[in-house]
């Protein structure tokens, strides 16, 4: 019989929300775990394609306790810049991190813990950390004749670079910044298409994605619980995006109506044979660990007063988006995030379990 190890806290996933978690966790006293089901640091950060920039420099993009080093001036952390730093971060405080141990299911327990069942062995807490992220959960819109369609199609999150698309009649679909990155450097080597349901939003040249991220946050504390749910909408002119912009490549039209075995059908009735398309149609939270214990919504969500689940309040949400966080699922956000919910977290531990339970809000 395998022995089961048992934590004040056990965190689930091992991207920048559990660092982050863990960073003002290892202050408080409490035993705690990390479980990651990557085989090496960097969460979301090791799946992003080659080319991959933030849209922040990196005095921006840090995780709290120690700062993402500067990269040179001008320019924004690349993918590669990203993963080392997190590596590092994780070797600086000596994380207790767990690799890889994928969990299968959280379920109560009698004795007023959580049992995480793993391919690795069980593990009990008093309370989890769901910071399993969103990669692993990629959205892609169902649109009609997509089951037919025969050519290539693969999401953001499973796009490396546009050598595979050399020559190709391509559609990049979405309009977000990842959409647009994808498209500056795919429309180097294909004919491209840019698909967006509404015109982009491009900021000015000289503004980054530090205006986004203090807009969410303004947006958030302003709107409270009425704040809209979701990511950051406006355009980030990173070099790539600019350089596209300058070549007359950075031009959207509106969705096709349903696409063929060999193209798309657009809504004035034309009919287009297309090669390959590239979904950059985001993600949803990665939950389906949290399923066993019925605190999903229809909706796909987890109800929450601040980062703790309502319907069971030993379960608390750390880095998914604004629903449990403002600006959660940016580096700098989730700490700011982390930094005001593992005080609460450990108070919230302090109280004897007849009194825990939280009020909805």
């Not at 009425?226 to 969705?255: D, T």
């Not at 019925?294 to 949400?317: C, H, S, T, Y």
Request: net charge negative; charged share 20%.
């Amino acid at each position: 019989m395998s022995v089961v190890e048992s934590f004040d806290v056990v965190i689930i996933g091992g991207g920048q929300a559990a660092l982050a978690a863990s960073y003002y966790l290892r202050r408080t006293g409490l035993s705690y775990v990390i479980l990651d089901n990557g085989t090496q640091a960097g969460g979301a950060w090791v799946h992003g394609w080659d080319s991959l920039h933030l849209f922040s420099p990196a005095s921006y993009s840090s995780l709290p306790g120690w700062p993402m080093p500067d990269t040179a001036e001008g320019s924004y952390p690349t993918r590669e810049e990203v993963l080392s730093y997190l590596r590092r971060y994780e070797e600086h405080y000596a994380l207790p991190i767990r690799r890889p141990v994928t969990v299968e299911r959280v379920e109560r327990t009698d004795d007023d813990h959580l049992k995480i069942h793993t391919q690795s062995g069980d593990f009990l807490g008093r309370a989890v950390i769901g910071a399993t992220g969103t990669w692993s959960s990629p959205f892609t819109p169902d649109y009609p004749g997509r089951d037919v369609f025969t050519g290539t199609q693969v999401h953001s999150s499973h796009y490396w670079d546009a050598t595979p698309f050399t020559g190709q009649r391509v559609l990049v679909v979405g309009g977000g910044n990842s959409g647009a990155q994808i498209l500056a450097e795919v429309s180097l080597q294909a004919n491209a298409t840019w698909v967006t349901q509404d015109d982009p939003a491009f900021l000015p040249d000289d503004v980054d994605g530090r205006v986004l991220f203090e807009r969410a946050t303004a947006r958030v504390l302003s709107q409270g619980d009425a704040a809209p749910i979701g990511g950051f909408g406006e355009i980030v002119m990173v070099p790539p995006v600019r350089a596209a912009r300058e070549r007359g490549a950075l031009h959207a039209v509106r969705p096709f109506v349903r696409m063929t075995p060999t193209g798309v059908v657009w809504p004035d009735g034309r009919e287009e044979a297309i090669d390959a398309i590239i979904w950059c149609t985001g993600f949803r939270p990665a939950l389906r660990a949290f399923a066993s214990l019925d605190v999903i919504e229809p909706d796909g969500l987890i109800r929450v007063n601040g980062q703790q689940a309502i319907k069971e309040p030993r379960l608390w949400l750390l880095g998914y988006g604004a629903w449990c966080g403002s600006a959660s699922a940016t580096l700098l956000g989730v700490g700011r995030v982390a930094r005001s919910m593992i005080p609460q977290l450990v108070d919230w531990l302090a109280v004897p379990a007849q009194d825990t339970r939280p009020s909805e809000p």
